[in-house]
């Protein structure tokens, strides 16, 4: 006879009612992976009256009240799909004073209050599972917390938001940013409010988690240094196509001397790497550790049944007692636990990517290769096309070879200046 372990849920929207489906539909297979039962006894809902696409068994206690699941001491494990971050950090320090283990997909709450929610749980004895939080169904979490745990790892870059790469997609194709935005929300990948997907903010609150499960970094997600695809412009990504390359929104964590080099930004990517071809709403990461080499995940990164594979996968984690171990022997978010620092933004080095509106005259060429120079930015390549029109601003593309983040600041500023540069200049990093 299998032991039990009895499942809550908060919040039964569309990746609660993946998991619940798991979990009713898909019983037998669970216990045979986790070698107990896996029962869903009670769902927290705001409204007990909205429709759902999943039918729970008359076993399972429906209710629009935290308390009811906080006090109900049969259950073991409550999965917790409530965004945001109030009532969501309340209510989970409470499930886990309640006697819970507790499995989230709030990468929110993990990036902005993660130290305070694992110090309880450790005070607790109890223990939180987090794969979902980062890349729905790719499972980069356990691949950087287990799988290369005899690794130090070198660096990590990857593509975090599925939404921003679905946009970039379509205006790929010829889409405007905004037809391409509408386009998003039509299918279902943006929110009617996409500022945190369009603005580099979720990936950054991602890479914020990542970094420090990679590298013990401490650093406020809004610290991260991120620009958005807001303001990407699609004649950037022809002249991007031109020279060889994709534009993407990269999340890069990179070990450097003295610390982590941290950032969100749109980023050239040659087209023959394994990020240049992720399409879609999908997700991928590339890590490279000591000892493993490069590694690439790659697969979707939201959406109902992969994100509930994941959140899924850490309950069998968890009723195992594997997410026990593995969370005390982590130390996440502890001061006990092997940190790095964050270096200066300006210390950071790439290669960039330079657009420039000029005037078509002779010499301009000549006064932004002095200012790049006397910064210490070396030019690699030049593109100008002919005017279509006498006189009209032209656009001038400068790729350089590597160089310093405050270098390139200091250069631009004089550039910036010249009578003969019209508008902002566009920068954007160049991985090869």
Wanted: with cysteine; proline share 3%; charged share 20%.
């Amino acid at each position: 006879m299998l032991e039990t372990v009895n499942v809550g849920i908060v919040g039964l929207g569309t990746v609660g009612t993946g998991v619940a489906r798991l979990l009713v539909e898909h019983s037998d297979r669970l216990a045979r992976r986790a070698g107990c039962r896996l029962a869903l006894r009670h769902v927290v809902v705001r409204n007990l009256d909205k429709p759902r696409d999943v039918t729970l068994p008359s076993s399972v206690t429906m209710s629009a009240d935290i308390e009811s699941l906080i006090d109900n001491a049969d259950v073991q494990v409550v999965i917790q799909l409530m965004g945001g971050l109030d009532p969501a950090r309340s209510y989970m320090l409470r499930l886990l004073e309640s006697g819970k283990d507790v499995v989230t997909a709030n990468k929110a709450l993990l990036a902005e209050h993660g130290a305070e929610m694992f110090a309880r749980a450790r005070e607790l004895g109890r223990s939180i599972a987090f794969e979902a939080s980062v890349a729905g169904g790719v499972p980069v979490i356990a691949g950087i917390g287990q799988c290369l745990a005899a690794n130090e790892i070198k660096s990590l870059r990857g593509i975090l938001n599925g939404t921003s790469n679905f946009i970039i997609g379509e205006m790929e194709q010829g889409a405007d940013y905004g037809e391409a935005v509408a386009a998003a929300q039509r299918l279902g990948f943006a929110e009617a409010d996409p500022t945190m997907d369009v603005d580099g903010s979720d990936a950054a609150q991602k890479l914020a988690i990542l970094a420090h499960l990679a590298f013990g970094a401490k650093v406020q997600w809004s610290q991260i240094p991120r620009v958005g695809i807001d303001s990407l412009q699609v004649e950037d990504m022809r002249f991007a196509r031109e020279l060889g390359y994709r534009v993407k929104l990269l999340a890069v964590a990179r070990r450097a001397t003295g610390g982590v080099d941290l950032h969100v930004s749109p980023t050239l990517v040659k087209h023959t790497s394994p990020l240049a071809d992720v399409r879609e709403a999908f997700n991928a990461i590339s890590v490279v550790g000591d000892a493993v080499g490069r590694v690439f995940f790659h697969g979707q990164g939201a959406g109902q049944m992969p994100t509930a594979s994941a959140v899924t996968s850490d309950l069998i984690d968890t009723a195992v007692g594997r997410s026990q171990l593995t969370f005390q022997t982590l130390d996440l978010w502890s001061d006990r636990s092997h940190q790095i620092d964050v270096r200066e933004r300006s210390l950071a080095s790439s290669r960039f990517y330079l657009r420039f509106m000029i005037e078509d005259h002779p010499g301009v060429l000549a006064l932004i290769a002095g200012s790049l120079g006397h910064a210490g930015v070396s030019i690699s390549s030049v593109i100008q096309h002919e005017p279509d029109t006498a006189g009209a601003a032209v656009p001038l593309v400068i790729m350089t070879h590597t160089a310093r983040e405050g270098a390139m600041v200091d250069a631009l500023a004089q550039i910036e200046q010249l009578d003969s540069v019209h508008d902002n200049t566009v920068r954007m990093r160049v991985l090869d």
